[in-house]
C-alpha cells in the first residue's frame, strides 16, 4: 500500500512506501492507519478513468478525500500530429521485422542454393508476400504470410 504526506493540510509529495522509521518513531511502517494519519501520513488510492487508444496522460491530481488522499489521472486526446507520428513509427517497426525476414532467406534465391525450384519459387512468392506488407491498411494488424517448409 502506498501512502502520501500531509502537512497543514497540503500534499507535501505523490505517493510513497511507508519509512521504516520517521521523526524517532520506530517501526513506524506498522503502525495502524488511524495512527498513520495522526502523524500526517494517509493511504493512497488511484482513481483510475478508463483512457482510450486515443488519449494520452497528462499528470495526476491529488486531493484529500476523508482518511486517505485519492489520485486522479488527467488525460487529453492525442492530436492528429501524434497519432500519425505513432502510425509511422510502427510502420518502422514492421518494416524492420520484415526485413529482417527477408534477410533470414535471402539464401533461398542464391543460384548455389540447394533448393528445388519448385521450392525456391515457393520462396520468392514468400518473399514478394514479404514485400508487400506495407500495402497493408493497418500496422496493428499485420497479416504476415506463412515460411515455407
Known amino acids: 500500500m502506498y501512502y502520501v ?3 497543514d493540510g497540503n ?3 505523490g505517493k510513497k512506501t511507508l519509512p521504516k522509521s520517521w521523526n524517532n518513531i520506530s517501526n513506524f511502517d506498522r503502525l495502524d492507519n488511524a495512527t498513520l494519519i495522526l502523524h500526517g501520513w494517509y493511504p493512497h ?3 483510475e ?7 494520452v496522460f497528462l499528470d495526476s491530481v491529488f486531493r484529500i478525500e ?4 485519492v489520485e486522479y489521472k488527467n488525460v487529453r486526446l492525442k492530436t492528429e500530429q501524434e497519432i500519425q507520428d ?12 520484415r ?4 534477410s533470414e532467406c535471402d539464401w533461398t534465391q542464391l543460384p548455389d542454393s540447394p533448393l528445388t525450384e519448385e521450392k525456391k519459387s515457393e520462396w520468392t512468392v514468400y518473399r514478394q508476400s514479404l514485400r508487400d506488407i506495407t500495402l497493408q491498411q493497418d500496422p496493428f494488424n499485420i497479416i504476415w504470410p506463412t515460411k515455407p517448409e
Do not use: A, C, H
Open 99 to 102: 526485413n529482417i525476414m527477408l
Open 45 to 47: 488510492r488511484l482513481v
Open 5 to 7: 504526506y500531509v502537512k
Open 11 to 13: 500534499i507535501t509529495g
Open 86 to 97: 505513432e502510425l509511422n513509427s510502427l510502420w518502422l517497426i514492421v518494416r524492420s521485422n
Open 66 to 69: 476523508g482518511n486517505e488522499v
Open 49 to 55: 478513468s478508463p483512457k482510450s487508444e486515443n488519449e
